[in-house]
T-cell receptor, first 114, second 112 residues
Framework: KAGVTQTPRYLIKTRGQQVTLSCSPI?????VSWYQQTPGQGLQFLFE???????NKGNFPGRFSGRQFSNSRSEMNVSTLELGDSALYLC?????????????FGPGTRLTVL | GNSVTQMEGPVTLSEEAFLTINCTYT??????LFWYVQYPGEGLQLLLK?????DKGSNKGFEATYRKETTSFHLEKGSVQVSDSAVYFC???????????FGQGTILTVHP
């Protein structure tokens, strides 16, 4: 099976712009979670989608949003970019979101905000 | 809320040395526990997991035992290799949909 794929792998944006990142989960996985990784804050949970519904959300401002499509592919959007949004954004998929389920991670999208 | 605490790094070892990376957690209920590894420029790869107390997860020579009495999930390997150099993350999954709570990560460097 193909793993989790994320596009693009690298992005450079300027403050005030918006950006959309894409994640394709492992075939058959219905849950997609997103995380932000920074040197200062580590790995932080953004949100989780299951069957096109956001079921959980982390402590991030409303500028961070996402959606999931009927084929389980997911996108996340960040509007009005700030310098502090520079990070590695990781998505992970799992068959469901039971606590015992393993999350499989993609390679990430490296976002740089200038 | 849930939290995970890992030993401070970085950890530097010589090849064939014994490795321990400590991980303790705070959680309500019965979380599942995971170790992930991240190589430079890559995402996270699952190393091992345990889903209930006293379970031992193992993979590629790494082991960790879910100790509920001490709320710990320490990672061990008897003989490390240069190729084990990476960042290691301890994580837990509880009752919150699709959310893993991570420790801060431990950088491991293994010298020949």
């Amino acid at each position: 099976k193909a793993g989790v794929t994320q596009t693009p792998r690298y992005l450079i944006k300027t403050r005030g712009q918006q950006v959309t990142l894409s994640c394709s989960p492992i075939s058959g996985h219905r849950s997609v979670s997103w995380y932000q990784q920074t040197p200062g804050q580590g790995l932080q949970f953004l949100f989780e989608y299951f069957s096109e519904t956001q079921r959980n959300k982390g402590n991030f401002p409303g500028r961070f949003s996402g959606r999931q499509f009927s084929n389980s592919r997911s996108e996340m959007n960040v509007s009005t970019l700030e310098l502090g949004d520079s990070a590695l954004y990781l998505c992970a998929s799992s068959p469901d979101s039971f606590s015992t389920d393993t999350q499989y991670f993609g390679p990430g999208t490296r976002l740089t905000v200038l | 809320g849930n939290s995970v605490t890992q030993m401070e790094g970085p950890v530097t070892l010589s090849e064939e040395a014994f490795l321990t990376i400590n991980c303790t957690y705070t959680a309500t209920g019965y979380p599942s526990l995971f170790w992930y590894v991240q190589y430079p420029g890559e995402g996270l790869q699952l190393l091992l997991k345990a889903t209930k107390a006293d379970d031992k997860g193992s993979n590629k020579g790494f082991e960790a035992t879910y100790r509920k009495e001490t709320t710990s999930f320490h990672l061990e390997k008897g003989s490390v290799q240069v190729s084990d150099s990476a960042v290691y993350f301890c994580a837990l999954s509880g009752t919150s949909y699709g959310k893993l709570t991570f420790g801060q990560g431990t950088i491991l460097t293994v010298h020949p």
